[in-house]
C-alpha cells in the first residue's frame, strides 16, 4: 500500500466549477500536511498547508481528518490557470533535534481545467 | 533572492556512464534534500542533509548513488554506473534549520534520461 494514495485523474472541468481532490495517508503518526502544486515539466511548490480545523485560501479550502487519516483539497470558481496536478503530501520521520523533515508525496492528481 | 539552482537541466548519458548532478540550495539554508521521480511513479525521498552532514540517506536506491555536501554550501549527486531505471527527474530542495518542511523550496530538477 502506498503511504499517501490520490486519484491520478485527469479531472476535466469547465471554468467556473468547483472541484474537489481527496488523498489518504497510511502514517496515523504524520503530524503535517500539505497540497503542493506541479505544473507540466515544474518542480513543486506549495499550495497551502492543511490544519486540523480546515483552512481556506481564497478559492482554495482545505480539510483534513485525522481519525479516517483524509486529506481533501476543494477548489471554488476553477480558473484556466489552476490547471496543474496536485500532489498530496505528509511528513515523514521526524528527528528530536531538527525539524527538517522529509516529505511523502502522493502520485498526484491532474486537473484540467477547459474554456 | 536567488531560489534553489539546479545543473544541468537535462542531461542524457548511457548506461553505465557517470553523471553528476549539482544543487545550488538557497543561501543560509542549512538543510537539503534530494527527491527524485521516476516514470509514474510518485516524487521519491533520497536523502537530507543538515550543513555538510548527512542526516537520513535512507531513500538512497543503492551504492551507485553517492551524495556530497562538502563545506555544507552546494551538494552534488552522482551516479555510477548509471542504469535504465536510474532515468527520471531529480528534484532539489532546501529550507532553513528550524523550519522543516514548512520552510521548502524545490529547484527546477534535472531530467535524467539513461539510454
Known amino acids: 500500500r502506498k503511504e499517501v494514495e490520490q486519484d491520478p485523474g485527469p479531472f476535466n472541468v469547465p471554468e467556473g466549477a468547483t472541484v474537489a481532490f481527496n488523498c489518504t495517508y497510511s502514517n496515523s503518526a504524520s503530524q503535517s500536511f500539505f497540497w503542493y502544486r506541479q505544473d507540466c515539466r515544474k518542480e513543486p511548490k506549495l499550495l497551502m498547508s492543511v490544519y486540523s480545523s480546515g483552512n481556506e485560501d481564497g478559492r482554495f479550502t482545505a480539510q483534513l481528518n485525522r481519525a479516517s487519516q483524509y486529506i481533501s483539497l476543494l477548489i471554488r470558481d476553477s480558473k484556466l490557470s489552476d490547471s496543474a496536478t496536485y500532489l498530496c503530501?505528509?511528513?515523514?520521520?521526524?528527528?528530536?533535534?531538527?525539524?527538517?523533515?522529509?516529505?511523502?508525496f502522493g502520485g498526484g492528481t491532474r486537473l484540467m481545467v477547459k474554456p | 533572492e536567488a531560489g534553489v539552482t539546479q545543473f544541468p537541466s537535462h542531461s542524457v548519458i548511457e548506461k553505465g556512464q557517470t553523471v553528476t548532478l549539482r544543487c545550488d540550495p538557497i543561501s543560509g539554508h542549512d538543510n537539503l534534500y534530494w527527491y527524485r521521480r521516476v516514470m509514474g511513479k510518485e516524487i521519491k525521498f533520497l536523502l537530507h542533509?543538515?550543513?555538510?552532514?548527512?542526516?537520513?540517506e535512507s531513500g538512497m536506491p543503492n551504492n551507485r548513488f553517492l551524495a556530497e555536501r562538502t563545506g555544507g554550501t552546494y551538494s552534488t549527486l552522482k551516479v555510477q554506473p548509471a542504469e535504465l531505471e536510474d532515468s527520471g527527474v531529480y528534484f532539489c530542495?532546501?529550507?532553513?534549520?528550524?523550519?522543516?518542511?514548512?520552510?521548502?523550496?524545490f529547484g527546477s530538477g534535472t531530467r535524467l534520461t539513461v539510454v
Open positions: 503530501v505528509v511528513n515523514g520521520r521526524t528527528y528530536r533535534d531538527n525539524a527538517g523533515n522529509m516529505l511523502t
Open positions: 530542495a532546501s529550507s532553513p534549520l528550524g523550519q522543516g518542511f514548512y520552510g521548502y523550496t
Open positions: 542533509f543538515v550543513k555538510e552532514s548527512k542526516q537520513d
